[in-house]
């Protein structure tokens, strides 16, 4: 305990995976959670996968983010 | 509010997953949650790793939908 | 296939709940799903279980939706 | 985008939910994600329901986190 | 590594869900995952808020599991 | 009813898979669950993209489980 699941468009930068691996996981530890505790699993998820009002993200959000 | 998040098998066609997002977004829209507030999330999986009954799918429904 | 996973604030009424099983599994029909294949899974998440922008719903949307 | 998800064990207090939703934002407007993008659900499990190492929390650590 | 999320029926008892979690942990370490490294979460979801084929759970199956 | 979600580390062999599926079906049959009613999907994670305290397994199990 804790578990967290996070989804990303996919092409999120593997850099900026490692960085919210390393700082989500500190923000447990300041609430009194062991880091050895944290489990953290971040799933790619294409734009054309995601949709936000009614709209995939590859079209509402095209100049946004990572190109597909 | 809401977040969905759909699992499909691996092949679904990208224009069912476009239709998916308008029309299930139209229906949260009919009882009066604004469009803009619908996430919808679709996730591919492969048929091979869908279980039903203690089988794959690839095996168990091999004749149906996305070859593998 | 398909399984059909919705976050919803806590208070969301029955009859939507019923009303949402009813008119998404037919959005799947409209692609060829067979209705007896769609399950979908309804999760009610307080309000204050819930962030938006760094702050939870039952505070930046305290005047909408169900009172917690 | 993102979506995030997280389980901890029933009774996490909620000073310690708004803890995380301020502060997971936080990280994540660190890698130049906007703040108003950045959705958290968190749910809480009984530690009855949730096993590790073959056993249920509420006996592995029985005297660890909120009591059941 | 794994973690797995079990949903069931509102209801489910508490001697299947140790059931559960002790011999779904075993069969992982029958495919050399140790056991230690197995997690597992239930949750448990409403008959009401659970959908097959268009209807809900409480409905299709009312003479089926636990009562609502 | 239920419904079995499983994450594994990606590169989990196939054999793995269907012994999961099989076996894990098996298991809730032994708590009276009909095997068709079991419905189980397997997400391979990359391990870079898995974090336990605080650092991908990519780094933290380097030298355990499948090589990425």
Do not use: R
């Amino acid at each position: 305990m804790p578990m967290v699941q996070i989804n990303v468009w996919k092409g999120f930068e593997q850099e900026k995976v490692d960085y919210l691996i390393k700082n989500i996981t500190k923000v447990f530890t300041e609430v009194d959670v062991p880091a050895e505790a944290v489990e953290i699993l971040i799933y790619e998820v294409p734009k054309s996968h995601w949709g936000v009002g009614g709209e995939s993200c590859s079209i509402k959000f095209k100049d946004i983010g990572p190109k597909e």
